[in-house]
């Protein structure tokens, strides 16, 4: 992860203007514009600022060429770029259009507005390929709004779950009637649903939201695999106290006893630093007080790693280092797993296959684990998929993520590459 490259090739001009990095951050800006907050992007999912977002980008995807432009049950935007035959199977590329609140620009849309550009570039081209390649506008990643996320994507992988039709927002409006205000045919949600048979699978732009593809000077990243991901809950109890009066040998300081266990979750994540990642996010201190020594206190835990192995012998480390502490400080200490996702590795074939497009660029080829959640895992063992990321700045989630036009111009030239080289192969 360390390893510094050496300064790339430039790479060849655009010689496609639809792949001009300039063109699609004008467009990146220009969907900016539909926010439910003024002065800031802030687009949940299924929201009237969603709906004009969504409106745009029909309008996009049309003038691109793609055909059959529609808005599917769970409020995806979808369009059709025909095959050179009959009968072909379909390539599914696209991202999503929701963020989160007070959000970047980049988080998904530029995924959405490289797969139009890298189809207009063939429509300008006047080629068809030997597959048909749909572009898809998912409405529901960012699981801001409601409990439930990736519903968008799971209908088309065919795993859906109904009952998050039934998921309420803060306002109470549940997701089944966001669908309908938004247009949506939420009746239909089977119908959403591509048979793998037809499929080659799903390919994924996104911005890396960290920091390894600008540390290491490169421009795109090979997306190795979606981490998986354990995470729950670790309640402490020991015994509150007067702090002036509780003798230091007498004392069963829940918090100090957390503030160990804490230290041993670090320690777990670094003792595998390029596999492994371990984070306390939250903490909550019963009763705190200045004067009270802590007698109860609950952290959170999040675990993620590409290796679901790994990830199971660390959640059970971490267990053992919770006890041990527990034990020897005279408090009791419960780890609760709720929530475990398993990884989604990318597919080797197409994964290898966006390697050599990014190399073909005069890129330096950096192979790297995607840590956040995308639409991509929800394909895990149903179809293909693989992700390219473009290098980002100032992390994500905040309205200082930044990706350059030069970036973002060699993303979609890749993708373009990508279409073409795919062609080849099927
Ligand atoms: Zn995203």
């Not at 030997?130 to 572009?135: D, G, K, L, S, Y």
């Not at 506008?137 to 088309?156: I, Y």
């Not at 527990?326 to 074939?349: F, K, S």
Request: net charge negative; glycine share 10%.
């Amino acid at each position: 992860m360390n390893k510094v490259f050496p300064v790339p090739q430039p790479a060849p001009a655009p010689s496609l203007a639809p792949l001009d990095g300039n063109a699609i951050t004008a467009r990146l800006k220009e969907l900016a514009a539909f926010s439910d907050v003024p002065g800031e992007l802030t687009r949940l999912s299924l929201t009237p600022s969603h709906k004009r977002a969504a409106a745009q980008v029909s309008h996009w995807m049309r003038e691109a060429g793609l055909t059959q432009v529609h808005m599917d049950a769970t409020g995806t935007i979808v369009g059709r770029y025909a095959a050179d035959r009959a009968n072909a199977k379909t390539l599914l590329i696209g991202s999503h259009i929701d963020t989160v609140r007070n959000a970047g620009i980049y988080d998904g849309n530029l995924g959405v507005l490289t797969a139009i550009a890298a189809v207009e570039a063939l429509n300008t081209q006047g080629l068809r390929l030997p597959f048909a390649i749909e572009v898809a506008a998912f409405a529901d990643e960012e699981g801001v709004r409601f409990l439930s996320t990736l519903t968008s994507s799971k209908a088309m992988a065919g795993i859906f779950d109904p009952k998050s039709l039934e998921d309420v927002d803060q306002q109470g409006i549940s997701r089944a009637e966001a669908l309908r205000s938004f247009g949506a045919p939420a009746e239909r949600v089977s119908e959403c649903r591509r048979d793998p048979a037809d499929m080659i699978g799903y390919v994924e732009v996104h911005i890396e939201q960290g920091p390894v593809l600008e540390a290491a000077g490169a421009p795109l990243g090979i997306v190795t695999g979606i981490a998986g991901a354990s995470r729950g809950h670790i309640r402490v109890r020991g015994e509150a106290g007067h702090s002036g009066t509780l003798p230091m040998p007498m004392r069963h300081d829940a918090l100090a006893a957390a503030a160990e266990m804490i230290l041993a979750v670090e320690a777990r994540g670094r003792a595998d630093a390029d596999a492994l990642v371990t984070t306390v996010g939250t903490m909550i201190i019963a009763g705190s007080a200045v004067n009270v020594v802590p007698g109860e206190v609950q952290f959170s835990l999040d675990v993620r790693t590409l290796s679901d192995d790994l990830r199971q012998r660390a959640v059970a480390d971490i267990r053992a280092a919770i006890d041990e502490i527990a034990a020897r400080r005279g408090v009791r200490a419960v780890l609760d797993i709720g929530h475990e996702v398993p990884a989604a590795p990318c597919h080797g074939a197409l994964k290898e296959r966006m390697a050599e497009v990014v190399e073909g660029l005069g890129l330096p080829v950096l192979r790297l684990p995607s840590g956040a959640g995308h639409d991509a895992m929800v394909f895990r063992g149903i179809m293909p998929m693989a992700m390219l990321f473009v290098r980002s700045q100032n992390g994500s989630h905040n309205p200082r993520e930044y990706a350059s036009p030069a970036d973002i111009g060699l993303a979609a030239q890749a993708l373009h590459a990508f279409l073409l080289k795919t062609a080849g192969e099927v």
